[in-house]
T-cell receptor
Framework: DSGVTQTPKHLITATGQRVTLRCSPR?????VYWYQQSLDQGLQFLIQ???????AKGNILERFSAQQFPDLHSELNLSSLELGDSALYFC????????????FGPGTRLTVL | GQQVMQIPQYQHVQEGEDFTTYCNSS?????IQWYKQRPGGHPVFLIQ?????EVKKQKRLTFQFGEAKKNSSLHITATQTTDVGTYFC????????FGRGTSLIVHP
């Protein structure tokens, strides 16, 4: 158990819909990272927040957005969903700003029908 | 942008054989991290290498960081079925960049 929690575990929805994925980092970790993992694309970095502020942005689509709240939990919002958004979404947390070991949550499996 | 390439993509071995996966970056890395993801699981941190030419061992696993800090390798001696999974390297101090991973399949 990494200490990072993610909800829900599974999500099945339809194209065009909007969903919210939630992540609670390990106690004491200020950084939260979001990743998308699909079979053909590997582990793709989406976005990082540090202590409530956006820190780094990767290959995140405009239809996706995230935020980190004062209690440090984070949410990833995916809107206007397409079939290609079906993937495993991981959240990870770490103590520092960057370049530190990351602890991954169990992931949310999103299926868009 | 920075790219991290990993080879091979898949590796089948007989239990007891050795295994090596290689990671190459298009740019010099400040550090490199290795993770293992079991089938159906999430990536789990294994180790971080920081210094040029650094070698670290964890039981049967040996990790190396190249002199130029642009490549790294993970070697497993005498594989066991518990070693099955995908091994990822990750570099980039600002934007974490993961390799595509090497999936290790161990045949008993």
């Amino acid at each position: 158990d990494s200490g990072v929690t993610q909800t829900p575990k599974h999500l099945i929805t339809a194209t065009g819909q909007r969903v919210t994925l939630r992540c609670s980092p390990r106690s004491g970790d200020l950084s939260v990272y979001w990743y998308q993992q699909s079979l053909d694309q590997g582990l793709q970095f989406l976005i990082q927040y540090y202590n409530g502020e956006e820190r780094a942005k990767g290959n995140i689509l405009e239809r996706f957005s995230a935020q980190q709240f004062p209690d440090l939990h984070s949410e990833l919002n995916l809107s206007s969903l397409e079939l290609g958004d079906s993937a495993l979404y991981f959240c990870a947390s770490s103590k520092g700003l960057a370049g530190k070991e990351q602890f991954f949550g169990p992931g949310t499996r999103l299926t868009v029908l | 942008g920075q790219q991290v390439m990993q080879i091979p993509q898949y590796q089948h071995v007989q239990e007891g054989e050795d295994f090596t996966t290689y990671c190459n970056s298009s740019t010099t890395l400040s550090n490199i991290q290795w993770y293992k993801q079991r089938p159906g699981g999430h990536p789990v941190f294994l180790i971080q290498l920081v210094k040029s030419g650094e070698v670290k061992k964890q039981k049967r696993l040996t990790f190396q960081f190249g002199e130029a800090k642009k490549n790294s390798s993970l070697h497993i001696t005498a594989t066991q079925t518990t070693d099955v999974g995908t091994y990822f390297c990750s570099g980039g101090s600002y934007i974490p960049t993961f390799g595509r991973g090497t999936s290790l399949i161990v045949h008993p």
